[in-house]
């Protein structure tokens, strides 16, 4: 189950103020690479060393790639790719990469299935299946009615 909380929008310059929203309210602390070795060991024949030695070399793995402009796709996961974010400028020649670059960042696209390499135009895959329910613990809004959703 994915718990959620409700929220209204007090931002008062925005047009969507005073409207109620709802966002995950997450779980616990965040899983560390320590804590995913020992679950994918569990449902594996490799040893937790293992698993947690290849984990550790992902990310500076990745970088190394993401930073010579190569895109890296994990099957079942999904695509990572370097993405800039610039303005613009009447001509090439005015265009400069010191005055146009807003950000640079990392940008993935979940695989649409679970199951198999396919296309990733979705991240639905990752969450398809689970029941969205109001959590038990915070203040909640007066409602007339508990919602359970479960996402198609």
């Known amino acids: 189950m994915i718990p959620y909380v409700k929220y209204q929008n007090k931002n008062e310059e925005s047009k969507a103020y005073g409207k109620w929203y709802a966002r995950v309210q997450h779980q616990g602390r965040e899983v ?18 293992d698993i947690l030695a290849v984990l550790s070399e992902l990310a500076p793995t990745m970088k190394t790639l993401l930073q010579q ?45 679970v199951n198999g390499p396919q296309t990733h135009r979705t991240t639905q895959s990752m969450v398809r299946g689970a029941v969205l329910q109001e959590a038990a613990d915070y203040d909640r809004p007066e409602t007339e009615e508990e919602t359970e959703i479960q996402n198609p």
């Open 32 to 49: 560390d690479l320590e804590e995913l070795a020992t679950t994918m060991q569990e449902n594996c024949t490799v040893k937790r060393a």
């Open 69 to 113: 402009g190569r895109k890296v796709r994990i099957p079942y996961l999904g695509l990572f790719k370097v993405m800039i974010q610039t303005k613009g400028a009447d001509t090439p020649e005015k265009w400069t990469l010191a005055k146009g670059l807003k950000r640079a960042y990392v940008n993935f696209r979940a695989e649409s299935t």
